[in-house]
Nanobody, 126 residues
Framework: LRFSCRRGGGLVQPGESLTLSCAAS????????IGWFREAPGKEREAVAC????????YLPDFVKYRFAISRDKNQNTINLQMNNLRPEDTGVYYC???????????????????WGMGTLVTVSS
């Protein structure tokens, strides 16, 4: 399974929105759960949004819960991350990820996934 960024990051100002899109290739997006993680400078990689593919149940941690949304397009075989009201602390490298052994969005977001896409840099700064 390989991920590639279809719509990537960039520089945005605080309060603005940005959508990231990750396309899966090689296999269909048939993992139990898929998600987005980020790595901020000097911090460990953390989950920001995960989605269960059998029922579309999502999990987002509290620090992004009412600002970010995750979705997938089955026809395009993509996973999207809509980010609203971005803050400087949202700056980081964002990765899509999945793991055949994680059966739910919650489980994936609380794991260290085994399959990763290439990261894309999001910078939130005025």
């Amino acid at each position: 399974l390989r991920f590639s960024c279809r719509r990537g990051g960039g520089l945005v100002q605080p309060g603005e929105s940005l959508t990231l899109s990750c396309a899966a290739s090689g296999f269909t997006l048939n993992r139990p759960a898929i998600g987005w993680f980020r790595e901020a400078p000097g911090k460990e990689r953390e989950a920001v949004a995960c989605l269960s593919t059998n029922n579309d149940i999502t999990y987002l941690p509290d620090f992004v819960k009412y600002r970010f949304a995750i979705s997938r397009d089955k026809n395009q075989n993509t996973i999207n991350l809509q980010m609203n009201n971005l803050r400087p602390e949202d700056t980081g490298v964002y990765y899509c990820a999945t793991d055949l052994g994680q059966a739910s969005s919650y489980a994936l977001c609380h794991s260290r996934p085994t399959e990763w896409g290439m990261g894309t840099l999001v910078t939130v700064s005025s």
